[in-house]
């Protein structure tokens, strides 16, 4: 799960997956290309309705483990949080 995402512009989240990408890129420095590649399953917004300057939280399923390593070092180094399930 990743979460402190802030709110897409308008107030509606139609497509998750975009969301989780652009915030990969824009937040954790990820490169364009590196960000596009993760090969992403099961993404979907936390129940909750989000508000106007509020944050949300995403859960999606990383399909490999090298993408899933090379997110979790980088939120590491960049201080977001990221909460796994084992």
Request: aromatic share 6%; proline share 5%.
């Amino acid at each position: 799960m990743f979460g402190g995402i802030p709110e897409p512009r308008g107030g509606t989240i139609e497509d998750t997956e975009s969301t989780l990408r652009a915030f990969l890129h824009e937040k954790m420095k990820l490169a364009k290309e590196e960000a596009a590649s993760i090969k992403l399953e099961h993404v979907h917004q936390f129940p909750g309705s989000p508000s106007h300057g509020k944050t949300i939280n995403i859960v999606a399923k990383l399909y490999n483990f090298k993408d899933r390593e090379i997110v979790r070092k980088k939120m590491e180094r960049t201080g977001w949080h990221r909460h796994s399930r084992l």
